[in-house]
Protein backbone atom coordinates (compact mmCIF):
# COMPACT_ATOMS: atom_id res chain seq x y z
CA UNK A 1 0.00 0.00 0.00
CA UNK A 2 1.49 3.58 -1.22
CA UNK A 3 -0.26 6.78 0.33
CA UNK A 4 0.52 10.14 -0.74
CA UNK A 5 -0.72 13.33 0.55
CA UNK A 6 -1.53 16.66 -0.92
CA UNK A 7 -2.93 19.80 -0.46
CA UNK A 8 -1.30 21.12 2.60
CA UNK A 9 -0.17 25.16 2.71
CA UNK A 10 0.21 28.78 4.25
CA UNK A 11 -3.13 30.26 4.93
CA UNK A 12 -4.30 32.32 7.53
CA UNK A 13 -6.43 31.85 10.93
CA UNK A 14 -10.09 30.93 9.85
CA UNK A 15 -9.32 29.79 6.45
CA UNK A 16 -10.04 26.82 5.09
CA UNK A 17 -8.08 23.49 3.34
CA UNK A 18 -8.48 20.55 1.70
CA UNK A 19 -6.01 17.64 2.31
CA UNK A 20 -5.89 14.48 0.23
CA UNK A 21 -4.65 11.32 0.66
CA UNK A 22 -4.42 8.79 -2.71
CA UNK A 23 -4.17 5.66 -2.07
CA UNK A 24 -2.26 2.67 -4.64
CA UNK A 25 -1.36 -0.65 -4.42
CA UNK A 26 -3.76 -3.74 -2.51
CA UNK A 27 -5.81 -0.60 -1.27
CA UNK A 28 -8.73 -3.50 -0.75
CA UNK A 29 -6.90 -4.79 2.29
CA UNK A 30 -7.09 -1.77 3.98
CA UNK A 31 -9.01 -2.05 7.29
CA UNK A 32 -8.76 1.59 8.65
CA UNK A 33 -7.55 4.71 7.21
CA UNK A 34 -7.00 7.86 9.04
CA UNK A 35 -5.64 10.95 9.21
CA UNK A 36 -2.78 12.29 11.86
CA UNK A 37 -0.54 15.36 12.34
CA UNK A 38 2.92 16.31 14.43
CA UNK A 39 2.78 19.72 15.42
CA UNK A 40 6.77 21.33 15.83
CA UNK A 41 8.06 19.80 18.73
CA UNK A 42 5.32 17.55 19.73
CA UNK A 43 3.75 13.87 19.65
CA UNK A 44 2.54 12.50 16.44
CA UNK A 45 -1.38 12.59 17.35
CA UNK A 46 -4.41 11.24 15.97
CA UNK A 47 -7.21 13.29 14.04
CA UNK A 48 -9.96 11.45 12.27
CA UNK A 49 -10.80 8.18 10.87
CA UNK A 50 -13.35 5.99 9.22
CA UNK A 51 -14.38 3.02 11.54
CA UNK A 52 -16.88 0.16 11.28
CA UNK A 53 -16.23 -0.36 7.61
CA UNK A 54 -16.46 2.71 6.98
CA UNK A 55 -19.65 3.30 8.14
CA UNK A 56 -18.81 5.87 10.72
CA UNK A 57 -15.96 8.74 11.37
CA UNK A 58 -14.46 9.65 14.24
CA UNK A 59 -12.44 13.18 15.42
CA UNK A 60 -10.57 14.29 18.08
CA UNK A 61 -11.89 16.58 20.29
CA UNK A 62 -10.15 20.01 18.96
CA UNK A 63 -11.35 19.16 15.39
CA UNK A 64 -14.93 18.48 15.94
CA UNK A 65 -17.35 20.75 14.01
CA UNK A 66 -14.20 22.42 12.36
CA UNK A 67 -12.77 18.98 10.31
CA UNK A 68 -14.54 16.54 7.88
CA UNK A 69 -13.15 12.82 6.69
CA UNK A 70 -14.19 11.93 3.87
CA UNK A 71 -13.47 9.69 0.71
CA UNK A 72 -13.87 9.27 -2.83
CA UNK A 73 -14.09 4.87 -3.27
CA UNK A 74 -13.54 5.57 -7.18
CA UNK A 75 -10.76 7.84 -6.78
CA UNK A 76 -8.93 5.77 -3.84
CA UNK A 77 -8.66 9.08 -2.35
CA UNK A 78 -9.29 10.22 1.57
CA UNK A 79 -9.64 13.84 2.00
CA UNK A 80 -9.64 16.06 5.41
CA UNK A 81 -11.40 19.01 4.99
CA UNK A 82 -10.48 21.89 7.31
CA UNK A 83 -12.53 24.76 8.46
CA UNK A 84 -11.81 27.43 10.62
CA UNK A 85 -8.34 27.12 10.79
CA UNK A 86 -6.47 27.85 13.83
CA UNK A 87 -2.88 28.31 14.82
CA UNK A 88 -2.56 25.66 16.96
CA UNK A 89 -3.68 23.19 13.47
CA UNK A 90 -0.41 23.63 11.88
CA UNK A 91 1.16 20.49 11.73
CA UNK A 92 2.48 18.25 9.40
CA UNK A 93 -0.22 15.86 8.23
CA UNK A 94 0.29 12.30 7.68
CA UNK A 95 -2.26 9.80 5.99
CA UNK A 96 -2.22 6.03 7.41
CA UNK A 97 -3.54 3.41 6.99
CA UNK A 98 -3.64 -0.52 8.31
CA UNK A 99 -3.90 -3.27 6.43
CA UNK A 100 -4.32 -6.98 8.50
CA UNK A 101 -1.28 -9.16 7.11
CA UNK A 102 -0.79 -12.98 8.22
CA UNK A 103 1.71 -12.20 11.07
CA UNK A 104 0.07 -8.95 12.45
CA UNK A 105 -1.40 -5.30 11.45
CA UNK A 106 0.79 -4.01 9.20
CA UNK A 107 1.08 0.05 9.43
CA UNK A 108 1.47 2.11 6.28
CA UNK A 109 2.38 6.29 6.00
CA UNK A 110 2.21 8.69 4.21
CA UNK A 111 5.27 11.23 3.49
CA UNK A 112 2.96 13.96 5.00
CA UNK A 113 1.90 17.76 3.94
CA UNK A 114 2.57 20.37 5.81
CA UNK A 115 0.18 23.30 6.81
CA UNK A 116 0.98 26.48 8.75
CA UNK A 117 -1.97 28.67 9.86
CA UNK A 118 -0.81 31.83 10.64
CA UNK A 119 -2.58 34.13 13.10
Known amino acids: VHLEESGGGLVQAGDSLRLSCAAS????????IAWYRQAPGKQREWVAQFSSGGKNTNYTDSVKGRFTISRDNAKSTMYLTMNGLRSEDTAVYYC?????????????WGQGTRVTVSS
Open 96 to 108: YAAVAGWAGTLHY
Open 25 to 32: GDISSIHT
